[in-house]
């Protein structure tokens, strides 16, 4: 988190390059973005970049963006899945604290979900 110049808080993007274990790719064909309506350009590209690589797996908490991934058969999972994951997986300790993190920061996540989420981390 970084602070404007008027004190305005403003997220900071990752620089992506710097992980190793993630790659960068761009559409390969941008057309079929404006296929898929209704989205925003990123579910859009996420999926147009599914579309094109069969099998891929996609993150993705809209709802929309998860019925169009459902309806195309696209494996798919979310944030919470993800944070699910590494904790079984052992490279983070808890997925609580970073569910409470995230809900701090304007992430939308219902009471029940969170407590689906921890009780299947086992904390």
């Excluded at 970084?2 to 992506?16: A, F, H, M, Q």
């Excluded at 579910?43 to 099998?55: C, M, S």
């Excluded at 993705?60 to 963006?65: E, N």
Aim: with cysteine; hydrophobic share 45%.
């Amino acid at each position: 988190m970084s602070y404007t110049s008027d004190g305005c808080r403003v997220k900071i993007p990752p620089e992506l390059e710097a992980y190793a274990w993630m790659t960068v790719r761009t559409v390969r064909v941008p057309e079929v973005i404006q296929l898929i309506m209704d989205l925003g350009p990123g579910e859009a590209q996420v999926l147009a970049l599914a579309l094109e690589e069969p099998g891929s797996l996609v993150i993705l908490d809209d709802g929309f963006a998860r019925a169009v991934a459902t309806a195309c058969s696209i494996r798919l999972t979310d944030t919470a899945g993800v944070l699910l994951k590494a904790k079984q997986e052992g490279h983070i300790n808890a997925v609580a604290p970073l569910l409470d993190t995230l809900k701090q920061q304007g992430f939308r996540l219902s009471d029940a979900t969170r407590a689906a989420i921890v009780a299947l981390a086992q904390e």
